[in-house]
């Protein structure tokens, strides 16, 4: 088996498990947004102590990356806010395919705060992703509408995060970075969570335990698939999330996406493919 098979299967296993913690996350109920979240970063900030525990390595990182580290924490940690509460408010494949947008904000955002050259296919690609979350939007002066908007905030949150991850490259491990981006935000959240807090059933506290194993399960595996190969030769596979979630969101939830959401799914699936295929290697 070579690298870029293992990388695939590494990503596939990280989109099921972003999957199944956005259905663990609905699953719970409707519990307080910060109260999820904290659940969620406080079960994967103890599995990646572990990995920093195992491998001694610096529990914040090195001096010099504090601010590159805070910056990517803060950025996630409203990103994680902004998807979690569209979670719980539109169909699922609806609320995971708009926060699957980040990967071309992300390409704008390097564009403009690390001057990365744009290429023309990927300016095409940006603009037939967004023209495909107009269908899943739905302008109007819905609820929904906002809800939806919501989501793309929280995407482009993730994308700054995304920057910021790729200034601070090889200078931390993938397990501190986790640590430290799970630390940060259960102690932002903390006050919150408590002033907030809702008792739980034991199956919402199950629910909520498991979403946060499964989040480290996607970041884990997504870390090691771009390990194993570059990310423009494996990184269309993320996108089976969108098949993982829409069959969980029928099956578990009962709720079909309606035409104009699966025709938005389409089209935001061709942008990323057709990105995927021009940056295979030979391609320009």
Request: glycine share 6%; hydrophobic share 55%; proline share 3%.
């Amino acid at each position: 088996m070579n690298s870029t098979v293992k990388g695939i299967i590494a990503l596939i296993i990280s989109s099921l498990g972003f999957s199944l913690m956005a259905v663990f996350v609905k699953y719970s109920g409707d519990l307080p947004t910060v109260q999820k979240v904290f659940f969620r970063n406080f079960i994967a900030m103890l599995m990646a102590l572990g990995f920093v525990v195992y491998y001694k390595e610096k529990f914040f990182g090195h001096r010099e990356n504090q601010l590159l580290l805070i910056t990517r924490s803060s950025l996630g940690v409203i990103g994680v806010l902004l998807n979690f509460f569209v979670i719980d408010r539109m169909v699922l494949s609806d609320a995971d395919i708009l926060n699957k947008l980040s990967p071309f904000f992300t390409i704008i955002l390097c564009a403009v705060f690390l001057k990365e050259y744009v290429r023309r296919f990927q300016v095409i690609s940006i603009i037939i992703a967004f023209a495909g979350a107009l269908f899943i939007i739905k302008p109007s002066m819905s609820s929904d509408t906002a809800y939806a908007l919501i989501g793309v905030a929280g995407a482009l949150f993730a994308a700054g995060a995304y920057t910021v991850l790729r200034v601070l490259g090889s200078r931390e491990k993938f397990y501190t970075t986790v640590f430290y981006f799970s630390f940060f935000s259960c102690a932002v959240l903390l006050p919150f969570f408590l002033w907030q807090f809702e008792p739980m059933s034991t199956v919402q506290f199950w629910a909520l335990v498991l979403s946060g194993v499964f989040a480290a399960v996607g970041q884990f595996g997504l870390t090691i698939a771009y390990s194993y190969a570059p990310a423009k030769e494996i990184s269309i596979f993320f996108y089976s999330t969108i098949l993982f979630t829409a069959m969980f969101s029928i099956v578990v939830f009962g709720n079909i996406p309606d035409t104009l959401s699966i025709i938005g799914y389409i089209i935001i699936f061709a942008a990323s493919y057709y990105m995927y295929m021009k940056n295979r290697p030979g391609k320009v």
